[in-house]
């Protein structure tokens, strides 16, 4: 079992609220916390770029920083810290090998324009099968009472039809640690052979709901067995899976979403939901790789 959670360093507002967030989730799970910082740098050949001094010295006052503030606010956890040379994400990657998470900041724009899926946070998201939580900075780097998360319950979106357990067994656990309920959420779009007025018929979308919500209680049955003390309530609904995940999510203190393993090298490697919950929500999102 991992015994650490790996938090990568930018030294932004976003980064430092990711490494808060981690730290209440290592002292939640017991684990160390390892800052890294990871950087490649590059320019034209006629722009001069820091030397290698200068660029050792930054990334380790940064990370020296993160630590200090962070060994002041949650006085149990063990810290430690390294600085590479190299890609962010293949760095973070092969460091995180083994490790329970990736916590990294993402850059938030506006309410209406959502938020910043950088290149790096995306390129983690595709080189590792270890879970990423995307963290912004609206999470807020004071820490909560008792230095625990906020009282907020876990979400969890699930596609029935594709192996879900991975996401399940994250959210259950997260659950568990935080002793909030957990809300799964299934949503499936109109079958098109209903024809598109079927749709909005009421009478056809609550059969539909209701014949979802038992296939949906029937996936959940052995984890609330395995659960007994969350709280958990499924929902089943018809409708587009981004607009439900993020109107149930926003007030949640975590989203967990999947993505698909693939053998392939081509394409993005995560699916336009998780996408789009990723770009859009305000709470800190986890992303479990599964088959």
């Known amino acids: 079992m ?3 959670i790996i938090v990568g360093l930018d030294g932004s507002a976003e980064g430092l609220a990711a490494a808060h967030w981690a730290a209440r989730e290592a002292l939640l799970r017991g684990m160390a916390l390892h800052l890294v910082h990871a950087e490649q740098w590059s320019s034209p050949a006629d722009i001069p770029v ?11 006052t940064v990370l020296d920083e993160a630590a200090t503030e962070l060994r002041a606010n949650y006085r149990e956890l063990d810290v430690d810290t390294r600085s590479f040379d190299g890609k ?5 990657a092969s460091v995180a090998a083994g490790a329970a998470m990736i ?12 938020y910043v899926l950088g290149s790096v946070g995306l390129a983690v998201i595709q080189a ?3 879970p990423v939580v995307m963290v912004r900075a609206s999470e807020g780097a004071a820490p909560h009472p008792d230095s625990r998360h906020a009282a907020r319950d ?8 594709q192996p879900c357990d991975a996401l399940l067994a994250f959210a259950f656990e997260e659950a568990a640690l935080r002793s909030r309920p957990l809300h ?5 779009s109109t079958p098109p052979l209903m024809g598109y007025g079927a749709g909005f018929d009421p009478r056809v979308r609550a059969q539909l709901e209701m014949s979802t919500k038992a296939a949906l209680e029937e ?6 067995d395995k659960y007994p003390a969350v709280e958990v309530t499924g929902r089943a609904s018809i409708g587009h899976a981004a607009t439900e995940l993020l109107d149930i999510g926003s007030a949640a203190g975590l989203l967990v979403m999947g993505r698909r393993i693939r053998s392939s090298s081509l394409g993005t490697h995560i699916g336009p939901v998780t996408h789009a919950v990723l770009h859009h929500a305000q709470a800190p999102v986890a992303v479990i790789a599964h088959t």
């Open 184 to 188: 799964v959420l299934h949503a499936c």
């Open 103 to 114: 916590v990294l900041g993402s850059r938030g724009r506006s309410p209406l324009t959502g």
């Open 128 to 130: 590792t099968e270890r």
């Open 219 to 224: 996936v959940l049955g052995p984890w609330r």
């Open 2 to 4: 991992s015994d650490r």
């Open 88 to 92: 962010p994400a293949a760095v973070l």
């Open 154 to 161: 876990v979400v969890v979106g699930v596609d029935i039809g």
């Open 50 to 60: 820091p030397t290698t001094d200068v660029r050792r010295h930054w990334a380790q």
